[in-house]
């Protein structure tokens, strides 16, 4: 192994490593959302304010939709950073591996 695939067999693992420290992240944080008191819905029953529970209802579902929808979009984002870093190790060591199905290249 030369010189070349070793630094690129290092960086593929390094970026690997990184998408999965994405991926941690964003189980950290979905964990957070869905545990914490603060979203639950807080209705108020004072017939002085000028805001309905309904409305109240609407925009708690578009701010759960809001962070459920980001926690998806941080995910994707983590596992494509993952597989490239996966692609970058694999292909540096000569094309071994995912693309050519395992097999070396003298078969």
Do not use: W
């Not at 944080?29 to 979203?39: E, L, N, V």
């Not at 979009?73 to 950073?81: Q, R, T, Y």
């Amino acid at each position: 192994m030369d010189r070349n695939d070793l630094t690129g067999r290092i960086l593929g693992i390094l970026v690997f490593l990184a998408g999965i420290g994405v991926l941690a992240g964003v189980f950290s944080i979905a964990y957070t959302f869905f545990t914490s008191q603060s979203s639950v819905l807080p209705i108020s029953s004072d017939v002085k304010t000028a805001v309905s529970p309904a409305s109240q209802l609407g925009a708690a579902a578009v701010a759960m939709l809001a962070k459920i929808l980001s926690l998806a979009l941080m995910a994707a984002v983590g596992s494509i950073i993952a597989g490239k870093g996966l692609q970058m190790y694999f292909h540096a060591g000569g094309g071994r591996g995912c693309e050519s199905g395992g097999r070396s290249k003298q078969d």
